[in-house]
Structures are given as structure tokens and as C-alpha cells.
């Protein structure tokens, strides 16, 4: 398939380019953060986004949604990077909709989908339980109870759990840590008995959450997919939030580039712009073809989550690793060469700095995609 947008994606595209930078620039991430705002979105914000259709990007048409595909979620993802949009669209739009849409039961869907497409709930989806991410070593446990199970452990690094209505919860219902094999998802609401959700004030001023489960009972309709076949299920949901935080890198990447590209031909230094100086027109044009790189590999791998959805793991890897690094050098060099300006909260370079830093760990960074890519081809 091109690497190139339909008309109608195009089409998204502008629509959503001219909404966020108006509805929601940069300045909307910086009175969230001054307001030290407790859901560090702004919820007026994301009932628009839901009746303009965004919130049901993937949802199908049958359950309210707008159908428009992963190509269609990542052209929303990357327009949000560029202004550093704050909202719940990569855990419930994304990851929530995945999940229900691809593993959920028919009554399921029927209750969480047009939820999501409405705008009526929050998901959270909680995998990681240390500093890195890693879905092999969870050792939360679901213990069988009656006919249903009891989940307790911790859960950190959970995207919008602060704010979540239900909660998606990987546990290990057998086996070990380290293993595969034996991993359950299941939906627990955030208010049922013995959750407690500690929310975390992250560096990019957005929010996430420590959650811990205290024998929390789950009955057999709060499993998601299979019990104990919950990796290959749960790996699919997060190469659809791995590729949608690819196409969030991107756009910030893509942004902070721009911001740079304007700062260079406007700052003087010895009577002269100092975008005139070689040494910076070569960091520059090196920085623009990564990018170039970068849209290919996210367009490619949110291609390959449509077309081919259970084979999509290696490119949605690649996307991930190749946006991080890319958008971490974008960030660096926007701080570097708009000069000491460059660190002060007065510029904007700074924001996208700390949001890139983020996303480049959740889901896993460059060294987790090599590991996991090698481990693919069988080394």
C-alpha cells in the first residue's frame, strides 16, 4: 500500500490541524499546568472531540463510532502532538477501543463502545508493574474464587487511571513471571471494593496513576478475550497505543522542527540570522530526513494494524523505537540551538521536550523494540 493519505484522511487532517490550534495550543497545556489541574485534561475539550468524532475514531458504525480506522487515529494522534493536545484519546480512544473491538464478548461491546464513541467513559488500561515496561513480567495475581477470581497486586505508569471509570487490568490468573502463558485481562470498575488509585503528576504536566488491587473480585463477564490466553490479546491492544504514541511523536517531532526552522532564520548573531550558519543547516537537514523517516515508519505500521492486524507487532516496534529516538533528537536540537532561551519556561521547546521524554518510555523504549524485534526474528 502508498505511503501516502487517502482524500478523506487529508481531510481529517486539516480539520483536526485547524481545531487544535485553536481549541487546544500549547497555552491550554500550560493553564492546565499552572492550574495544577487534577484531571490534567480539560473535559469541555474532550466533549467536543467526541461529538466532532474523534472519541470513536475506531469504534464501528453499529455501536456509534466513526469507523475511520488506525491510519484515521494516527492522523488525530499526530495533529495532537504538534500542540501537545492533553486528553484521554490514546487510553480510551485507542487502547480501550482496541481492546473491546477486538477481544471483547457482543455484550461487551454493546455496553463499552458507544460509551466510548459518546464520550460517556474513561478507560484505563494497566499493564506495568515496575520502572520498565515489560507485559511478560507481570506478577499481579488472579486468584479462582467461586466462580469468579480475586485480582490483587500493584499496577504504575497507568495512563489517565486517575480518572478512569473502568479500568482493563492484565493479572496472572497461572504461571509465573516471565511467562507468557497465563496472563487473564480483565474490566474492573475504578470505584468497586478494594481499588485504590494514587494519581501521579507527571513531568509533561499531564497525569497517570498508581493503582493497587486488594482482592478485588472479577467474574467470568469481566474477562476480556480468553482466561490465561491474555498475552497475545494484550500485546495487540498495545501495538495500537504503540503506534499511536508513534504518530504523537511524530507530530511533536514534526513541530518542534518547524518551531526551530522559524527561530533560526529570525535570531541574529554578528549582524547575521544565524539559520545562515552551515554547521546549523546540517544538524538541521539531518534532523528533517530522520523525520521523513519517521512519518513513513508510523503511516506503515498504522497501514499494517488496518490491513493486517495480528502481524502488525514488528513494524509497530520499529515505529516505536525509530519515533522515539527521532523525536527525542528533535527535542534536543530545538533546545540547543534556540540557545540558553531554549531552557527557559518562556519558550515552548521545553514542553515538547518533557512530553517526548515520556512517551518515549511508555510501551516500552528503543532498547525493549530492539529486544523485542530480535526476539522475532530469532536471535
Given at each position: 500500500?502508498?505511503?501516502?493519505?487517502?482524500?478523506?484522511?487529508?481531510?481529517?487532517?486539516?480539520?483536526?490541524?485547524?481545531?487544535?490550534?485553536?481549541?487546544?495550543?500549547?497555552?491550554?497545556?500550560?493553564?492546565?499546568?499552572?492550574?495544577?489541574?487534577?484531571?490534567?485534561?480539560?473535559?469541555?475539550?474532550?466533549?467536543?472531540?467526541?461529538?466532532?468524532?474523534?472519541?470513536?475514531?475506531?469504534?464501528?458504525?453499529?455501536?456509534?463510532?466513526?469507523?475511520?480506522?488506525?491510519?484515521?487515529?494516527?492522523?488525530?494522534?499526530?495533529?495532537?502532538?504538534?500542540?501537545?493536545?492533553?486528553?484521554?484519546?490514546?487510553?480510551?480512544?485507542?487502547?480501550?477501543?482496541?481492546?473491546?473491538?477486538k477481544i471483547g464478548s457482543d455484550a461487551q461491546k454493546q455496553e463499552n463502545l458507544p460509551k466510548i464513541a459518546g464520550g460517556e467513559a474513561l478507560y484505563a488500561l494497566a499493564v506495568d508493574e515496575t520502572r520498565k515496561h515489560g507485559p511478560a513480567k507481570i506478577a499481579m495475581q488472579a486468584e479462582k474464587h467461586g466462580n469468579g477470581f480475586k485480582l490483587s497486586g500493584d499496577k504504575t505508569f497507568v495512563a489517565d487511571g486517575h480518572v478512569a471509570d473502568k479500568i482493563i487490568v492484565a493479572a496472572r490468573s497461572a504461571g509465573s513471571?516471565?511467562?507468557?502463558?497465563?496472563?487473564?485481562?480483565?474490566?474492573?470498575?475504578?470505584?468497586?471494593?478494594?481499588?485504590?488509585?494514587?494519581?501521579?503528576?507527571?513531568?509533561?504536566?499531564?497525569?497517570?496513576?498508581?493503582?493497587?488491587?486488594?482482592?478485588?473480585?472479577?467474574?467470568?463477564?469481566?474477562?476480556?478475550?480468553?482466561?490465561?490466553?491474555?498475552?497475545?490479546?494484550?500485546?495487540?491492544?498495545?501495538?495500537?497505543?504503540?503506534?499511536?504514541?508513534?504518530?504523537?511523536?511524530?507530530?511533536?517531532?514534526?513541530?518542534?522542527?518547524?518551531?526551530?526552522?522559524?527561530?533560526?532564520?529570525?535570531?541574529?548573531?554578528?549582524?547575521?540570522?544565524?539559520?545562515?550558519?552551515?554547521?546549523?543547516?546540517?544538524?538541521?537537514?539531518?534532523?528533517?530526513?530522520?523525520?521523513?523517516?519517521?512519518?513513513?515508519?508510523?503511516?506503515?505500521?498504522?497501514?499494517?494494524?488496518?490491513?493486517?492486524?495480528?502481524?502488525?507487532?514488528?513494524?509497530?516496534?520499529?515505529?516505536?523505537?525509530?519515533?522515539?529516538?527521532?523525536?527525542?533528537?528533535?527535542?534536543?536540537?530545538?533546545?540547543?540551538?534556540?540557545?540558553?532561551?531554549?531552557?527557559?519556561?518562556?519558550?515552548?521547546?521545553?514542553?515538547?521536550?518533557?512530553?517526548?521524554?515520556?512517551?518515549?518510555?511508555?510501551?516500552?523504549?528503543?532498547?525493549?523494540?530492539?529486544?523485542?524485534?530480535?526476539?522475532?526474528?530469532?536471535?
Open positions: 500500500m502508498p505511503l501516502v493519505l487517502t482524500e478523506e484522511q487529508e481531510m481529517l487532517r486539516e480539520s483536526a490541524h485547524g481545531f487544535l490550534e485553536t481549541k487546544a495550543p500549547v497555552s491550554a497545556l500550560r493553564k492546565l499546568r499552572d492550574a495544577k489541574d487534577p484531571d490534567g485534561f480539560s473535559r469541555d475539550l474532550w466533549k467536543e472531540m467526541a461529538e466532532m468524532g474523534w472519541a470513536g475514531i475506531l469504534v464501528s458504525e453499529e455501536h456509534g463510532g466513526a469507523d475511520f480506522g488506525f491510519v484515521g487515529a494516527g492522523v488525530l494522534a499526530e495533529e495532537m502532538g504538534r500542540t501537545l493536545t492533553a486528553s484521554p484519546f490514546l487510553s480510551t480512544s485507542i487502547l480501550a477501543a482496541t481492546a473491546f473491538k513471571a516471565g511467562e507468557t502463558d497465563g496472563l487473564t485481562l480483565f474490566l474492573v470498575d475504578a470505584k468497586a471494593k478494594g481499588v485504590s488509585v494514587e494519581r501521579t503528576a507527571m513531568i509533561d504536566s499531564r497525569n497517570a496513576a498508581r493503582i493497587t488491587f486488594d482482592g478485588v473480585e472479577a467474574t467470568g463477564d469481566d474477562v476480556l478475550g480468553e482466561v490465561d490466553g491474555g498475552y497475545m490479546a494484550l500485546e495487540g491492544v498495545l501495538n495500537a497505543g504503540r503506534a499511536g504514541l508513534s504518530a504523537e511523536m511524530s507530530g511533536a517531532a514534526q513541530q518542534a522542527f518547524a518551531m526551530t526552522v522559524t527561530y533560526l532564520k529570525e535570531r541574529k548573531q554578528f549582524g547575521t540570522e544565524i539559520g545562515t550558519f552551515q554547521a546549523l543547516q546540517h544538524r538541521a537537514a539531518h534532523l528533517y530526513s530522520e523525520i521523513e523517516l519517521v512519518k513513513s515508519a508510523v503511516l506503515k505500521a498504522l497501514q499494517e494494524l488496518d490491513e493486517n492486524y495480528g502481524m502488525a507487532g514488528p513494524i509497530c516496534s520499529l515505529a516505536k523505537a525509530k519515533a522515539g529516538e527521532v523525536a527525542k533528537l528533535a527535542s534536543q536540537e530545538a533546545v540547543q540551538m534556540h540557545g540558553g532561551i531554549g531552557m527557559t519556561d518562556e519558550y515552548d521547546v521545553g514542553f515538547y521536550m518533557k512530553r517526548i521524554r515520556v512517551a518515549q518510555e511508555m510501551f516500552g523504549d528503543g532498547s525493549f523494540h530492539a529486544d523485542r524485534l530480535a526476539q522475532m526474528r530469532g536471535y
